[in-house]
C-alpha cells in the first residue's frame, strides 16, 4: 500500500471525518471528485505545510511522495469560511503562510498547527472566533426540506457555502452510490435501472467524470486482488496530492 492511514469520524457539527497518514512510497493513484473541502497539513522534512483545498469537480490524478506525513481535515457540506470565495477555490489547493514553525496565518491571525487527536478543539477555536461557519440551509436543501424563503436565496445561501450548485452535488452522490452498487456485485444494467440513468452510455459518462472509473472497471477493482488501489484512490480523493511532491 502507498499510504498507511487511520480515519475517524468526528462528533463537531463542522467537520465530517479526520484521516492521519503516511506515505510509504510514490504513487500516481487515480482520486474521484470531491464535493466537500479540506484542510490539509502535510509534515515533511521537519516542515509543515498547512493548506487549503477546495471541492474537486472531477476525477483525476493524484502524484505524491515517499516520506510525507498528513492529516486531513474533511468538513461537513455548509461549513466555510466567511473571509473567503468557496468558488475561487474549487479543483485549487491554497498554500496558508506560516507564522512560525508550529503555527500558521489565518484571516489575520496566527493559530497553532492540529494535530490527530486534537482537531475537534482547533475547529472549535475557529468556529468562536467566526473563522469557520456553517450554513443549514445548505442541508435541508440537499434533504429536500426547503427552510421558508425563496428558491434564489436558497441558490445564492448553497452556492456561497459550498461553491458548487445542488444539482452538481447531486450527479456526485448518484455516481458515489453507483459505484458502492457495483462494488457490491449489482449488474451495470441493474444499476442504471435502479438509479435512474438514463441508459449505460449515461452511467459511464458520469463514473468516468466523478470517479474516474468505467463500469467495468470499477467491478474489476473491486475483487481482492486490487482493493490496496481502491483503498489508496479513496483516501487521496480528498485533496490534490501534488503538494507531496511540490514539497521535494
Same mark, same amino acid.
Given at each position: 500500500?502507498s499510504?498507511i492511514?487511520?480515519?475517524?469520524?468526528s462528533?463537531?457539527?463542522y467537520?465530517e471525518?479526520?484521516i492521519?497518514?503516511?506515505t510509504?512510497?510514490?504513487? @500516481?493513484?487515480i482520486?474521484p471528485a470531491?464535493?466537500?473541502?479540506?484542510?490539509?497539513f502535510v509534515?515533511?522534512?521537519?516542515?509543515? *505545510?498547512?493548506l487549503?483545498?477546495g471541492?474537486?469537480?472531477?476525477a483525476g490524478?493524484a502524484?505524491? @511522495?515517499?516520506?510525507a506525513?498528513?492529516?486531513?481535515?474533511?468538513?461537513k457540506?455548509g461549513?466555510?469560511m466567511?473571509?473567503?470565495?468557496?468558488r475561487?477555490?474549487?479543483d485549487v489547493?491554497?498554500?496558508?503562510?506560516?507564522?512560525?514553525s508550529q503555527?500558521f496565518w489565518l484571516n489575520?491571525s496566527?493559530?497553532?498547527?492540529?494535530?490527530y487527536?486534537?482537531?475537534? $478543539?482547533f475547529v472549535?477555536?475557529?468556529?468562536?472566533h467566526?473563522v469557520l461557519v456553517?450554513?443549514p440551509v445548505?442541508n435541508?436543501?440537499?434533504q429536500d426540506?426547503?427552510?421558508?424563503m @425563496?428558491l434564489r436565496?436558497? *441558490?445564492h445561501r448553497?452556492?456561497r457555502a459550498?461553491?458548487? $450548485?445542488?444539482s452538481?452535488?447531486?450527479?456526485?452522490e448518484r455516481?458515489?452510490r453507483?459505484?458502492?452498487l457495483?462494488?457490491q456485485g449489482? @449488474?451495470?444494467?441493474?444499476t442504471v435501472?435502479?438509479l435512474?440513468?438514463f441508459?449505460?452510455?449515461?452511467?459511464?459518462r458520469s463514473?468516468?467524470?466523478f470517479i474516474?472509473?468505467?463500469?467495468?472497471?470499477?467491478?474489476?477493482l473491486s475483487?481482492?486482488e486490487?482493493?490496496h488501489?481502491i483503498?489508496?484512490s479513496?483516501?487521496?480523493?480528498?485533496?490534490?496530492?501534488?503538494v507531496?511532491?511540490k514539497? *521535494?
Open positions: 500500500m499510504i492511514y487511520e480515519e475517524r469520524l462528533d463537531s457539527p467537520v471525518t479526520i492521519h497518514g503516511w510509504a512510497s510514490d504513487g @500516481s493513484p482520486r470531491e464535493c466537500h473541502w479540506h484542510m490539509v509534515r515533511y522534512n521537519g516542515r509543515v *505545510r498547512p487549503i483545498v471541492p474537486l469537480t472531477t490524478v502524484h505524491y @511522495s515517499e516520506g506525513e498528513i492529516l486531513w481535515i474533511k468538513f457540506l461549513t466555510f466567511p473571509h473567503l470565495r468557496p475561487e477555490f474549487l489547493e491554497t498554500i496558508l503562510p506560516r507564522a512560525g503555527s489575520g496566527a493559530w497553532q498547527f492540529p494535530d487527536d486534537n482537531v475537534e $478543539t472549535e477555536w475557529l468556529a468562536r467566526e456553517r450554513d445548505v435541508a436543501a440537499l426540506q426547503l427552510p421558508e @425563496s436565496t436558497v *441558490r448553497f452556492l459550498t461553491g458548487l $450548485t445542488q452538481h452535488i447531486r450527479q456526485f455516481a458515489q453507483a459505484e458502492a457495483l462494488k449489482v @449488474s451495470i444494467l441493474d435501472h435502479e435512474g440513468y441508459d449505460q452510455p449515461h452511467l459511464t463514473l468516468k467524470n474516474g472509473h468505467t463500469p467495468a472497471q470499477i467491478i474489476q475483487k481482492p486490487a482493493c488501489f483503498q489508496d479513496a483516501l487521496v480523493s480528498g485533496y490534490d496530492t501534488n507531496l511532491t514539497i *521535494r
